[in-house]
């Protein structure tokens, strides 16, 4: 079965384990992971929760082809009401603790209520249980990770963690398996830790099998495979360059953000690159990157190993860093480099591993830092307050704020609750490049006008994973489109979305959609998962999903209001490059996107929609 | 002409398509616990490296095995576990040096790697070509063939 048709549900003021059948007619109306576990969400959970008490649910949840040889199956997410944003939050990781997941025999986890004291999820196949974690509470995630793996005397145990951020109320803290691997975004490990919960280690041994129709099921993956194989991107660009290979194209194309979006090309972007990344040191003679590396059940390979350079500043005397761990991707060495206009690709690669190792996202977390070092130099904020000096492109002031974030020390514990509140504090709000209290991601809405859109109307908040118009805008997949207009984007934004929930819900990685659109996921879908999966379900499916979250977040009290880019992008001209003059036109594009949606002039699904939708 | 696996962990990306479909050729599941080739992660080292059984030519587990449960495929040159006859005694697993062959609590017998009878669904599954097929004779002839490539042909600079 592609669906384990199980769930562990675990109530953690009770302390208790219960195994539940999964329902199969939810399943045939959301598929899996993203949407399926966000239905049981929405059903379970009131919207207006505060994101941080006991009220607030977490689900960890995989798809149907998770633990399947489909490319890419490896993946879960992780569904909550989002800490730092209070909308729905839906993070998505690779690693192998997916697939173990559901090879222990579970679809879902859905953890509610909170300990009374720090505890962690064992599981093995069948056997759940909680145990105490107050000897890993404080531990980082890398320790976390060690001390259970050990204690199980099992290396081969799966585990997922929070570090010490999630511990100590970072706002944008995640949840890290396998060592470096994340559900990234929107504060789902700082949830985890409201809840008291530490780890979640997992040994599975039943595998998954009795899909709907095996043979033909492993003849539409093994096509598929091809597919990857054949294109640029999946087939030669990720393996070789990582996500990184975007690093010069986007700032080329005048659309990398910089300094806190104050430019839109960065003069050492070629410094953090995945060129540079490769290159031999003058220092040692080494390269950054040792090799690349898959996820489970991967045939892309887009993960980055790297090694730092052990002479430099950041890891003098630190051998414990010394070693090969995971690498910088393009959204991080964007975030942490050029919005805060630093060049220094040794510097971004330590402050990576901070975030690796303590569990936060580097995306929030250098947006954040990008906006207070431009409140550094518009002297609002001070070298005593910061507690050093902050310029733009300080690595220094980098690599220690990473650290004291980590530990929740001095101004490191105001950059943990985010952009948002930062320059709200400091009287500045209209300088926390964000959407719904989450930081942009690494391109700038004036070069790719898609872009805008995508961010303003994204359910979780700012967020380029929701609907990837780059692939059109930019790399022309799976039709170019021009990145400087706004014509059309409402229709691009709405297809993306759609699709994109799909592929979240069905277990497989987003990257896939360089090479593979629905066409190409539908006969690994059908052919494994019970039921019809027509393209016009699996459609039906994405807008389902889409509108169910809207809902969701307008109950919580988000308005149209919310669907808004920071002025900055609306009134300041791009400085350079081929969008110079340009400012967003989100404005143009919201209501016609809002009309493409069914939706009415304040963002909401009209009756039509709703019951064309099933909801 | 007898063929051998041949494996070469500096391609290897950690992906465990070859466990998935090992477990899947033998057993018809998709359970990388029931595989015969495992994936071991060097994290510190950034390295993943594909190991299984290396079908020795005097293979330790033979000679050990009481009961004569592992016999060599004629056509492969493998060396298979007859499951009928095994009596899970284990002693395979002590002689074998390189752990290769590993007792099933499920089955009460051992497994190991048979070549899939000729046609490997590991070398097959895996993207990177960690995983070949090759003339036993021959294996080393890849990276004979790089280094031949780095060979310095270019005629000598005049004195
Ligand atoms: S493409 Fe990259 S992130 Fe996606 S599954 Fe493969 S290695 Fe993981
Ligand atoms: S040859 Fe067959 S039995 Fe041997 S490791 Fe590969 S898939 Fe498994
Ligand atoms: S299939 Fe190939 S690349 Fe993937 S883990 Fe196995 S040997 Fe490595």
Redesign the interface.
């Known amino acids: 079965m592609a669906w384990t048709r199980k769930i562990l549900r675990v109530d953690l003021t009770n302390g208790t384990c219960k195994s539940e059948p999964l329902n199969m007619k939810l399943a045939q109306e959301y598929l899996g992971q993203r949407g399926l576990a966000t239905k049981y969400f929405v059903d379970e959970v009131d919207p207006k929760v505060d994101p941080l008490s006991p009220a607030n649910k977490l689900i960890m949840a995989t798809g149907p082809l998770t633990?399947?040889?489909a490319?890419t199956g490896g993946r879960y997410s992780v569904i909550t009401k989002g800490a730092l944003t209070g909308a729905i939050a839906c993070s998505n990781s690779g690693g192998?603790f997916g697939?173990e997941m559901k090879?222990a025999g579970w679809d879902m986890i859905i953890f509610e209520g909170k300990s009374p004291k720090p505890v962690y999820l064992s599981v093995e196949d069948d056997k759940a249980e909680l145990r105490d974690a107050s000897h890993l509470w404080g531990k980082t995630v890398w320790q976390t990770e060690e001390i259970i793996k050990k204690s199980h005397q099992d290396p081969?145990v799966r585990v997922c963690s929070i570090g010490r951020s999630g511990e100590n109320g970072v706002l944008y803290a995640c949840i890290v398996n396998d060592?470096h691997r994340a559900a990234g975004r929107s504060g789902v490990g700082t949830v985890m830790g409201s809840k008291n919960l530490k780890a979640v280690a997992l040994r599975?041994?039943?595998?998954?099998?009795g899909m709907k129709d095996?043979k033909a099921f492993?003849k539409a993956a093994t096509a598929a495979?091809q597919v990857l194989?054949d294109n640029a991107v999946t087939g030669q660009g990720l393996?070789a360059f990582g996500t990184q290979v975007l690093m010069n194209v986007i700032n080329e194309m005048g659309a990398l953000p910089t300094r806190n979006h104050r430019d839109v090309q960065f003069e050492s972007a070629r410094k953090i690159s995945a060129e540079a990344m490769a290159e031999k040191r003058p220092t040692d003679g080494k390269s950054n990157l040792?090799?690349?590396?898959?996820?489970?059940?991967?045939?892309i390979?887009c993960?980055r190993?790297s090694?730092i350079d052990a002479t430099h500043f950041s890891v003098v005397n630190k051998p414990e860093y010394w070693?090969?761990?995971g690498g910088l991707e393009y959204e991080a060495a964007w975030a942490l480099g050029a919005a805060n206009g630093v060049g220094d690709l040794e510097a971004l690669t330590f402050a990576n591993m901070i975030c690796n190792e303590d569990g936060y996202d580097p995306i929030s977390f250098g947006a954040t830092v990008g906006a207070a070092m431009e409140l550094y130099d518009l002297g609002i904020l001070t070298k005593e307050q910061i507690g050093m000096d902050a310029p733009f492109g300080s690595a220094e002031a980098l690599c220690k704020l990473a650290e004291m974030t980590a530990r929740g020390e001095g101004f490191g514990k105001e950059l943990g609750l985010g952009s948002k509140r930062l320059c709200a504090k400091y009287g500045k709000p209209e300088l926390s490049m964000s959407v719904k209290g989450q930081e942009f991601p690494a391109y700038d809405s004036r070069g790719i006008q898609g872009m805008g859109l995508t961010y303003a109307t994204s359910n979780r908040g700012a967020c380029h994973l929701r609907s990837y118009t780059v692939a059109s805008e930019v790399l022309g997949i799976p039709v170019k489109t021009d990145p400087l207009v706004t014509e059309g984007k409402a229709d691009l934004v709405k297809a993306f979305q759609d699709a994109t929930s799909v592929f979240d819900s069905a277990g497989v990685c987003v990257f896939t959609t360089f090479a593979w659109t629905l066409a190409d996921l539908q006969p690994q879908l059908d052919a494994a998962c019970e039921g019809d999966w027509t393209m016009e379900k699996l459609a039906l499916v994405g807008e389902r999903i889409w509108n169910m979250e809207r809902q969701f977040n307008n109950a919580a009290g988000f308005t149209a209001k919310d669907d808004d880019l920071p002025p900055r992008l609306k009134t300041e001209p791009a400085k350079t490059g081929p969008a110079k003059g340009l400012v967003s036109g989100i404005d143009k594009m919201r209501p016609e996107y809002y009309k493409v949606r069914g939706w009415d002039a304040n963002g909401v699904p009209t009756k039509e929609t709703l019951s064309r939708l099933g909801l | 002409m007898q063929k051998s696996l041949h494996i070469d962990p500096g391609k290897c990306t950690g992906c465990l398509q070859c466990e998935m479909a090992c477990s899947y050729e033998n057993y018809g599941v998709f359970n990388i616990s029931k595989s015969r080739i495992k994936v071991f992660n060097f994290e510190h080292e950034g390295r993943k490296v594909p190991y299984t059984c290396t079908q020795c030519a005097e293979a330790w587990c033979m000679t050990a095995c009481p009961v004569d449960a592992i016999k060599i495929d004629a056509a492969t040159g493998a060396k298979v576990v007859n499951e009928a006859t095994c009596v899970g005694c284990k002693v395979c697993t002590i002689a074998c040096p390189f752990g290769t062959v590993n007792y099933v609590a499920d089955t009460g017998k051992v497994q190991k790697c048979d070549l899939c009878g000729g046609d490997p669904a590991c070398a097959t599954a895996c993207p990177t070509g960690a995983i070949t097929y090759v003339e036993s004779d021959w294996t080393g002839l890849e990276k004979m063939r790089l280094w031949a490539g780095k060979t310095d042909t270019q005629p000598r600079a005049n004195a």
Do not use: D, E
């Not at chain 1, 599975?204 to 099998?209: D, F, K, L, P």
């Not at chain 1, 040792?290 to 045939?299: D, E, K, P, R, S």
């Open positions: 633990g399947t040889p490319s192998y697939a090879f081969q060592l599975g041994t039943r595998g998954v099998a095996a492993m495979k194989k393996p040792v090799t690349n590396a898959a996820c489970f059940g991967c045939t390979a993960g190993v090694k070693g090969a761990t």
